[in-house]
């Protein structure tokens, strides 16, 4: 059983810049996709960004060339930059791993974009 511990979450002014780390309690091979999604109030949860060896990351298209995902396998860490980031933005972001047809999550990081 993968567990799943984020971190980084606040709150940010419009425009400001947060990072995202999610660590996984064993081995993550590069080959198994590391994501994350995020879910606003009263909307379905959504990919934001994955990541996997040997192919570029996938961005939901409202985040690209703004958010970027990478992973440390040594740490078993997924990270997600956050730039410029918009009051859209706000949501409650999910780790996911998905190993043998099991998703795993992560408990969630809350992040506000609000002056």
């Known amino acids: 059983q993968v567990q799943l511990v984020e971190s980084g979450g606040g709150l940010v002014p419009p425009g400001g810049s947060l990072r995202l780390s999610c660590t996984a309690s064993e081995t993550i091979f590069s080959s198994i996709p590391m994501s994350w999604y995020r879910q606003a109030p009263g909307k379905q949860r959504e990919l934001v960004a994955r990541?996997?060896?040997?192919?570029?990351?996938d961005y939901k298209d409202s985040v690209m060339g703004r958010f970027t995902i990478s992973r440390d396998n040594a740490k078993n860490t997924v990270y997600l930059q956050m730039n410029r980031l918009l009051p859209e933005d706000t949501a409650v972001y999910y780790c996911n791993v998905r190993d043998g047809g099991v998703n795993y999550w992560g408990q969630g990081t809350q992040v506000t974009v609000s002056s």
């Open positions: 990541i996997r060896a040997g192919r570029d990351p």
